[in-house]
T-cell receptor, first 114, second 112 residues
Framework: AQSVTQPDIHITVSEGASLELRCNYS??????LFWYVQSPGQGLQLLLK??????LVQGIKGFEAEFKRSQSSFTLRKPSVHWSDAAEYFC????????????FGAGTRLAVHP | EPEVTQTPSHQVTQMGQEVILRCVPI?????FYWYRQILGQKVEFLVS????????KSEIFDDQFSVERPDGSNFTLKIRSTKLEDSAMYFC??????????FGSGTQLSVL
């Protein structure tokens, strides 16, 4: 079965601290992996994606993610969190090809303390 | 940057009423999607649309739901007879076929 697990429902970090959000997936074929961010009352904004190649991918807003095939994981990181990063973060997996249905994890809500 | 536009941002309706949620995908995109997110739950796939027909639909997308691309720019989701459990945030998304989906800001549907 295709699924995405985000084990942390809520995470709180201090501003300036590093951030790591975990994601594990189950997918029968070669996956495309995504991290989206949702600020309150907003839509889903794509942070970064992994299709193939280098397992460390860079995204917007200083985020990066590491893909580990052996662990079926796609971990999102940021070296220094800003208060504006407080939001909900969703990991998603999809297939290759033109049509791509995404399967989302339940999300991790990030709170940032000043 | 081009974006997916959804209207209205909020929709309140009475149970049993029909609602139409509207979306304007990015202009050169070919693949269109509707997702929904019930409060506190994960984002769920409803339906995908390509070449003027449904590519795939989930179990949620029953006979009460329909999608249409009435012209070259709009993509609509119709719920024929709304139920309380249809209350959710509905997201439209589009893609050019490179597997990268762009999402709109959503329509918050409240069924009373």
């Amino acid at each position: 079965a295709q699924s995405v697990t985000q084990p942390d429902i809520h995470i709180t970090v201090s501003e300036g601290a590093s951030l790591e959000l975990r994601c594990n997936y189950s997918y029968g074929a070669t996956p495309y992996l995504f991290w989206y961010v949702q600020s309150p009352g907003q839509g889903l904004q794509l942070l970064l994606k992994y299709f193939s190649g280098d397992t460390l991918v860079q995204g917007i807003k200083g985020f990066e993610a590491e893909f580990k095939r052996s662990q079926s994981s796609f971990t999102l990181r940021k070296p220094s969190v800003h208060w504006s990063d407080a939001a909900e973060y969703f990991c998603a997996v999809g297939g290759t090809g033109g049509y791509n249905k995404l399967i989302f994890g339940a999300g991790t809500r990030l709170a940032v303390h000043p | 940057e081009p974006e997916v536009t959804q209207t209205p941002s909020h929709q309140v309706t009475q149970m049993g009423q029909e609602v139409i949620l509207r979306c304007v995908p990015i202009s050169n995109h070919l693949y269109f999607y509707w997702y929904r997110q019930i409060l506190g739950q994960k984002v769920e796939f409803l339906v995908s649309f390509y070449n003027n027909e449904i590519s795939e639909k989930s179990e949620i997308f029953d006979d009460q739901f329909s999608v249409e691309r009435p012209d070259g720019s709009n993509f609509t989701l119709k719920i024929r007879s709304t139920k309380l459990e249809d209350s959710a945030m509905y997201f439209c998304a589009s893609s050019s076929g490179d597997s990268k989906l762009f999402f709109g800001s959503g329509t918050q549907l409240s069924v009373l």
